[in-house]
């Protein structure tokens, strides 16, 4: 794996490539460019699927696992994605991601009642599913539809992958930490208008 300031043969140190350079790479088939994309979402990804993954489901499947089929689809996948922004690949992912836990829950779920019967207790939610109830959730992700794509992606990047201000600025392009916050804020509201609505 290659780290992303360690220096190039020659010495010279490599510039931070931004997600959408390597995604290009990527294409063209470059391996490096491959393992610094990965190094970069690997963390965040595994993170993110941990918290919304089940104890009883991360029993039988690792969350590395669906992490690394996750982005093994992405790569399949990337002549038709366009990213412009770090978040808006992230985002990406996260759907991927989202997707496969979901039928990884469906899937153990199924298999424990064929194991232990109906009338077993159930090992319980995920962290995410104590914190924020069943409707919450299913209303936040629809609302989360209903905004704009860079919109969206600063809401995930700050709340479910913990970027910084100084991070989401970079990753979306915008001048300063402070226009990352206040366009979080903005869109925070939004969101609250929209979950209010349904």
Known sequence: M???GSPAPDGVPRPLDSTAVLLERVRDGDSAARERLFARVLPLLTRWA?????????DLAE???LVQVALARALTRLEDFDARREGAFLAYLRQILRNLVRDEV????SRLTETIGESQEDPGPSPLERTVSADVLDRYERALQTLTAEAREAVLLRFEFEYSYAQIAEALG???PDAARMMVGRTLVELARHMRDR
């Open 2 to 4: 290659v780290d992303p």
């Open 174 to 176: 915008k001048p300063s």
């Open 106 to 109: 469906r899937r153990v779920r």
């Open 50 to 58: 941990h918290a919304r993954l089940p104890a009883r489901a991360r």
């Open 63 to 65: 969350t590395d696992d």
